[in-house]
């Protein structure tokens, strides 16, 4: 049995924090409930979005990590990745933050080690 949480339990909680806080969350793609990827879209502010996702670094612990192609603020290049990735994996979760500190949201609620 797996000590973490499953994706769209992380998924909801994640969602939930930002909205209530007054930013909004959204979910582009859903992914395997139990174990999909989960791969963001991190709006901080007017022109700045970024992709990271859900992975581990090198010391193995959790941590979010870029994602996407460089240049990846320009929302077409991000769609464009995001629709891609999903193509290949099916089971890949994409959400959508948009709040400042989103990826701070986004670490406090899905890394879980």
């Known amino acids: 049995m797996s000590d973490t949480l499953a994706s769209g339990i992380l998924v909801s909680a994640l969602l939930r924090r930002v909205n209530d806080a007054g930013g909004m969350g959204m979910v582009r793609a859903r992914g395997d409930a139990d174990s999909g990827a989960i791969l963001m879209i991190l709006n901080d502010?007017?022109?700045?979005?970024?992709?990271?996702?859900?992975?581990?670094?090198?010391?193995?612990?959790?941590?979010?990590?870029?994602?996407?192609?460089?240049?990846?603020?320009?929302?077409?290049?991000?769609?464009?990745?995001?629709?891609?990735?999903?193509?290949?994996?099916?089971?890949?979760?994409?959400?959508?933050?948009?709040?400042?500190?989103?990826?701070?949201?986004a670490a406090e609620t899905i890394l879980d080690d």
């Open 45 to 105: 502010g007017p022109g700045r979005s970024r992709l990271v996702e859900r992975g581990r670094d090198s010391l193995g612990k959790r941590a979010l990590i870029a994602a996407g192609p460089s240049g990846a603020s320009d929302p077409m290049a991000c769609d464009t990745y995001w629709r891609r990735r999903r193509e290949r994996d099916p089971d890949l979760w994409v959400i959508e933050l948009d709040i400042p500190s989103a990826e701070r949201f």
